[in-house]
């Protein structure tokens, strides 16, 4: 092959190559969940949650399954506040594993067994624990019973990833 075919086969790749995005180029910014709690509607802040959250356009989705209360072993407290303490820190090893912080989910849903005032109370207090100002948006499930009989709380998450 000539030598000015192949500086013209390179330069070619070189052009082609230039507007592609990398990783290593994403703007911080741009993978930021945006916030959404109108000023007509009832403030959801102070119960731990947002009324709406947008994702970025260009970003990955993950689906955390259920955490439920259970430490390594797989052993439950009876205790619905240590259950809901244990949930949230399973919910953070979830996370850790995918590279993602609290500040990149997006939806909680939860599952409450035998839902009263009292069990929100600890769920409000764990979700500002873990999410600080970064609230998600986020549904309250009132249930009968779990997967497994001692089991009092359930977290599902959908996190955004960049």
Known sequence: MSRAIKR???GGL???TMGVPTATTANEN?????IVNPQNLYDPTP???STAV????????AYISGQGGQDSTGALSADFSVQVKQAYANL???LDALGARPDQVA???VFVVDHD?????????????????????????PVPKLAIDPMLFEVEAVVILK
Do not use: C, H, W
């Open 54 to 61: 947008i994702v970025p356009r260009d970003a990955r989705i």
């Open 8 to 10: 013209v086969l390179i």
């Open 107 to 109: 939806k909680l849903t």
């Open 30 to 34: 741009e993978f930021k969940l945006t």
């Open 47 to 49: 119960n731990g949650y």
């Open 117 to 141: 005032m009292s069990k929100l109370e600890v769920l409000t207090k764990n979700v500002k624990e873990m999410f600080g100002k970064a609230l998600p948006a986020q549904t309250l499930i």
């Open 14 to 16: 070189i052009i082609m």
């Open 92 to 94: 953070r090893t979830a």
